[in-house]
């Protein structure tokens, strides 16, 4: 996402397959070799509706991960990540996720974010949610990733 050729924003598809490789690159660190996550990138409206299903709340929402436990102990995983509202985060720069960032930073800390909830991690609501075991892990692989994720 940050090779920009001639100043040409990334297209949804790039950014989406980047994002993918990040969900592989954390699955790999976490040892889950087993486990499968599929990255989406939707719109407003189609994170307002998918969050007004799954959880019964209104409003958009950065990002939801759904994970479907196989008879076989595999793990298949969806992640949907919302650039919109992770663009309106990063503007607004909201007390209690991460440490400011750009988007391309924020869009890769949701996609390492709905990957650990495939994996069975969670974290409290509230702004005790920054203080987790969850959020901790997920941080580490930011910063880990921003450094050629070795």
């Not at 969050?51 to 991960?65: H, L, P, Q, S």
Request: glycine share 12%.
């Amino acid at each position: 996402m940050a090779s920009r050729r001639a100043g040409r924003r990334p297209r949804r598809s790039e950014i989406a397959a980047r994002l993918t490789r990040v969900a592989r690159r954390v699955l790999g660190w976490e040892g889950a070799t087993s486990a499968r996550v599929e990255l989406t990138l939707v719109g407003g409206g189609a994170m307002r509706r998918l969050n007004r299903r799954a959880t019964g709340r209104r409003g958009v929402t950065d990002v939801i991960a759904f994970a479907l436990p196989q008879p076989d102990g595999t793990v298949l995983g969806d992640v949907y990540v919302c650039a919109a509202a992770a663009r309106r985060w990063v503007k607004t720069e909201e007390a209690g996720k991460g440490k400011g960032g750009n988007l391309d930073q924020e869009l890769v800390r949701l996609a390492v974010h709905g990957t650990l909830h495939v994996l069975g991690y969670d974290h409290p609501a509230g702004p005790d949610r920054t203080r987790s075991a969850m959020w901790r892990r997920q941080e580490r692989y930011v910063r880990r990733l921003a450094n050629g994720g070795r």
